[in-house]
Structure formats: C-alpha cells, structure tokens
T-cell receptor, first 116, second 113 residues
Framework: EAEVAQSPRYKITEKSQAVAFWCDPISGHATLYWYRQILGQGPELLVQFQDESVVDDSQLPKDRFSAERLKGVDSTLKIQPAELGDSAMYLC??????????????FGEGSRLTVL | QKEVEQNSGPLSVPEGAIASLNCTYSDRVSQSFFWYRQYSGKSPELIMSIYSNGDKEDGRFTAQLNKASQYVSLLIRDSQPSDSATYLCAVNPPGAAGNKLTFGGGTRVLVKP
C-alpha cells in the first residue's frame, strides 16, 4: 500500500540550531501539506503546495521556517534557528488531485521534534 | 473564537456503550466536514466525511451535521477498547484554495473494558 514517507521520525536539537524534515508523498499526489501538531492540540496547517507552487503559507513563520517542493514531488521543511516553542510533531500529508473536496488526506507517520 | 472547537475530554465510556462527540465551527458557509481518528503517537486517519444536513452511517460510526446550528457530531456505537483514541473534527473552510482542512483540538476517548 502506498504511503507518505517522512524522515527523520525523531529529532532532538538545541535551540538556535537548524533542522530539516523531508516528505515524499504518495506517487502522483499533486497536493502536499505540512502541518504542525503541538502535544494535546489539533494539527495546524503551515504550508500547502499544489505541484511545485505554494498555495497557502499564511500560517508559516517565515522569519524562521521555509518550505520547498522544487520538482513538485518530495518536499523539505526547514527551521532556522529552532526555538523551544517549535517542539511538536510535524506531519506531512498528500492528496490525489481527483480527491479534492473529499477530505481524504493521507498522512505520513510524522517527524517529532524536541528542542532543548 | 477558534474556527473549529471540540471538548478536549477525556470522554470515558464503558465497553459496548455509545460515545458521543461534538464539534462546532465558526464559519457558517463551510460545506465539508470530516472526522479523523488519531491513536497516541500516530498520524490521523480519515473515518467519516459528511457534506449534507442529517445523518451518515458507516458501520459503528454515525456522523450528524446541522449547518443551521454550525454543529457536527460523531457517534460511536458498541464502543470497543480499540476505539480509544483522539478524534479530530476537521472543516474545509469556504474559499480555501486547494481544499485545506482546519482541525479542532480533538476529543480524547477512553473505552474501558
């Protein structure tokens, strides 16, 4: 069964360091999302791509976060510098172009970040 | 006011009972509503979607939507210990480019044997 791949699964870093997360969506899925989920809260959308274009990054803290999907396939989310408040699960999800509106987002296992 | 609100719980129900979860949303013109289940340490998975007023049943799950009251609920019948998880309500805001989802904070459900 096709899956959304994410790495690393776990990352521990010190504040002010740089961190990067990688996501490979299900093959052929045009839409890719990065969500952040703080423990005990619901996922919050950081950025949404349609193919290689950013559709929505209104909630992305652009002073320290960046995201790219250069070839419209896999994506990288970077944090530089990391802050204590960035400790969270970073979830990548993808959606098939044909499923727009159904809400069927397929999530990866997530990357759990701990900032010390 | 948050866009999507849920009671955080935990909602404790005995095995075999009905678990009732509620969700309210702020934007009256929202059209698409979803329930995701998230086990501890795992990623969310879609269990129900509903688009029209009324009830929608799928196995032991029933979603209920009342757009006039801006309210969506999820019923879990014959609750099993394996239903213990956090249930996330998600809404597709109107005009959202590419169908992004806005999630509530989730309701934690504990089913006790």
């Amino acid at each position: 069964e096709a899956e959304v791949a994410q790495s690393p699964r776990y990352k521990i870093t010190e504040k002010s360091q740089a961190v990067a997360f990688w996501c490979d969506p299900i093959s052929g899925h045009a839409t890719l999302y990065w969500y952040r989920q703080i423990l005990g809260q619901g996922p919050e959308l950081l950025v949404q791509f349609q193919d290689e274009s950013v559709v929505d990054d209104s909630q992305l803290p652009k002073d320290r976060f960046s995201a790219e999907r250069l070839k419209g396939v896999d994506s990288t989310l970077k944090i530089q510098p990391a802050e204590l408040g960035d400790s969270a699960m970073y979830l990548c999800a993808s959606r098939d172009r044909g499923l727009a509106g159904t809400g069927e987002l397929f999530f990866g296992e997530g990357s759990r970040l701990t900032v010390l | 006011q948050k866009e999507v609100e849920q009671n955080s719980g935990p909602l404790s129900v005995p095995e075999g009972a009905i678990a009732s979860l509620n969700c309210t949303y702020s934007d009256r013109v929202s059209q698409s509503f979803f329930w995701y289940r998230q086990y501890s340490g795992k990623s969310p998975e879609l269990i129900m979607s509903i688009y029209s007023n009324g009830d929608k049943e799928d196995g032991r799950f029933t979603a209920q939507l009342n757009k006039a009251s801006q309210y969506v609920s999820l019923l879990i019948r014959d609750s099993q210990p394996s239903d213990s998880a956090t249930y996330l309500c998600a809404v597709n805001p109107p005009g959202a480019a590419g169908n992004k989802l806005t999630f509530g904070g989730g309701t934690r459900v504990l089913v006790k044997p």
